[in-house]
């Protein structure tokens, strides 16, 4: 691009994220749209946001207006918005010029024929019948399959190049294709379909696209690309360059996949938290910064190795780091009563928002004679180097006293139900507390004033290190759905949490980032989806 613009080959760089809307956009194409939108930002040049709809029987309204939204929400703006299916009659005399010039003819053979004439790695292709057809035929049978003529698979439009090239792409390719079928934005204007390989260089011509950047499995069709563009002369001169696609671990990214989780009830939509879309990763709460710095971290080389998905959590730690709040919340409930805390007495104590950003501020907590805490941070037997309650140890309780566990109560079956603890005045948090030390710090939520939360925790949806993997790719990756990839329990936050809002985010004392569920969180109980948990063992290098 650099050299394109210093040498004049172009004044203005022109890229297009060129989606099919045949699916939700999911965190690999946030790496092509970063890249194709942030290096025409690099040049100060323009972008289109190009749904490329080509194939009338996967598409849908409800996948351009999500890949729109989600554009929008990664922060970017694309110059243009442009749908591959109104070029269909430039393409449609595109392929007119072709045959006119004796470089595209109407082929007989079935599908399944072609493929057997198109021959080996190790084997040339032989001609078709049908390839030596006149070009008054050709252009009488093209018009026919447009006006409807044929049934779907009768005839197809092929390019005529070479049967023996050692580039299978260029043994007379398809072109065109009948498909009886609405289209949802031509209706039924068309019955034949231009074939991707041909569409795509027609259609960033069009558009003046300088760099048509795309992931490296179209390398073998870039031969293809540039015939096209010369034998179709178009007027602009798009080049197509590749880079590495984005894989991460434990995670499936092509469409048909992922829709295959959603059809199948896997997960509860296309934005599940669970789901690598760009809206699940939204609904799970993680942010657009922290999609973009990961994917810029990730480079832009040809390789296509798995990156950690713990990478991603990392950013998302870094960006939260200081922009949410800290508070306490208890996943998993145990009583205790502080004895000799006043029946009635409730007093407010302060804690800060965020230690790391003291502009955050500071807010009131309740605290009285009873209060929860994890259930995990009770023994009545510890282990060695066990430094939160058991009996007879003093603990501190954040931003509150120092409590020391005095008595176990049991129900009839000898399950803990409560903690007796006495709780000591003078180590109130802020006072400078010195006389004595204590090594656990829990933390904890009043009983009273408690608010009611659900939590959502999550684990990789897919078991499989590498579902994605070539090697894998006839595998059935649901058999490595993890069962335990959602667990939902029910436990109680601050009463500062009272009114949340969808998509805030806090961070949990002890536990890790939450994000408030857009969809099934309420005024009369807040839901909280575990973004990420606060430890790692992630390194960027
Ligand atoms: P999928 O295989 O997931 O269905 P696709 O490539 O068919 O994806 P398109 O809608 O055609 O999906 O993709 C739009 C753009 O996003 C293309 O240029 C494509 O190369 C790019 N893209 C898709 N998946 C990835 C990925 N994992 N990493 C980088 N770029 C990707
Ligand atoms: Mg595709």
């Known amino acids: 691009m650099k050299e394109d613009i210093e040498t004049g080959k172009h004044n203005k760089i022109v890229t297009r994220f060129p989606p099919e809307p045949n699916g939700y956009l999911h965190i690999g194409h946030a790496k092509s749209i970063v890249i194709n939108f942030g290096l025409a930002d690099d040049f100060n040049g323009l972008t289109n946001l190009r749904f490329d709809d080509t194939n009338p029987l996967k598409e849908d309204q409800e996948y351009v207006d999500s890949i729109k939204e989600d554009v929008k929400w990664l922060g970017y703006d694309w ?37 057997e004439y198109r021959g080996t790695l190790t084997e040339p292709g032989k001609d078709s019948p049908s390839r030596n057809r006149s070009i008054e035929e050709n252009l009488d049978l093209f018009e026919r399959m447009r006006n409807g003529e044929f049934g779907n698979g009768e005839k197809v439009l092929r390019a005529k190049i070479d049967m023996a090239s050692p580039n299978i792409n260029l043994r007379d390719p398809v072109i065109y294709r009948i498909a ?17 390989a041909f569409a795509h ?4 011509a069009i558009e003046g696209v300088t760099h ?34 984005l894989n991460i671990t434990n995670t499936v990214m092509s469409k048909r996949k992922l829709k295959q ?15 690598p879309t760009i809206s699940g990763l939204r609904r799970r709460g993680f942010t657009p910064e922290a999609i973009r710095e990961f994917v810029n971290a990730t480079g832009v080389s040809k390789g296509s190795g798995f990156v950690d998905s713990a990478m991603l959590d990392h950013f998302v730690r870094e960006d939260l780091k200081l922009k949410a709040p ?21 007093e407010m104590l302060d804690a800060e928002n965020n230690p790391e950003n003291e502009e955050m501020g500071t807010r009131q907590i309740p605290f009285s004679r009873e ?3 994890e259930q995990e941070d009770f023994m009545e037997d510890p282990p060695k180097k066990y430094f939160r309650l058991f009996p007879g140890n003093e603990v501190r309780l954040k931003h509150a006293y120092f409590i020391k566990c005095e008595d176990v109560i049991k129900d009839e079956n000898g399950n803990v139900i409560e903690i007796h603890c006495t709780y000591d005045p003078k180590t109130k948090s802020g006072t400078g507390f010195t006389d004595r030390k204590v090594k656990g710090t829990l933390h904890w939520v009043d009983a009273k004033h408690a608010i009611p939360a659900e939590f959502r925790l999550y684990e990789p949806l897919i078991l499989d290190e590498e579902a994605d993997s070539e090697e894998n790719s006839s595998k059935n990756f649901l058999e490595n759905v993890n069962p335990n990839s959602l667990q939902i329990i029910q436990g109680f936050v601050e009463p500062n949490l009272k009114d949340v809002k969808p998509q805030d985010k806090f961070q949990f004392f002890r536990h890790g980032y939450f994000n408030v569920d857009p969809k099934y969180s309420t005024s009369e109980k807040p839901v909280f989806n575990l973004i990420v948990s606060l430890k790692s063992s992630f390194k960027l290098t």
């Open 371 to 373: 209060i929860y805490i």
């Open 201 to 204: 260089p027609l259609e960033d």
């Open 212 to 245: 048509s950047l795309c992931t490296v499995e179209f390398e073998d069709q870039r031969p293809f690309y540039e015939w096209v563009i010369a034998e179709c002369e178009t007027e602009s001169k798009p080049r197509q360059i590749e880079f590495g696609r």
């Open 180 to 196: 009886h079928a609405i289209h949802h934005n031509t209706g039924d204007t068309w019955c034949i379909y231009p074939m991707y």
């Open 79 to 115: 110059d243009e918005l442009r749908f591959a299916s109104d070029y269909f009659e430039e393409m449609y005399s595109k392929a007119v010029l072709l045959i006119k010039k004796g470089k595209a003819y109407v082929d007989d053979l079935s599908a399944e024929q072609i493929r």
């Open 261 to 275: 989780l959603v059809d199948e009830k896997f997960v509860d939509g296309w934005d599940d938290p669970r789901m």
């Open 326 to 346: 800290r508070t306490m919340g208890i996943l998993r409930p145990l009583k205790v009563v502080i004895t000799n805390y006043p029946e009635d007495k409730v």
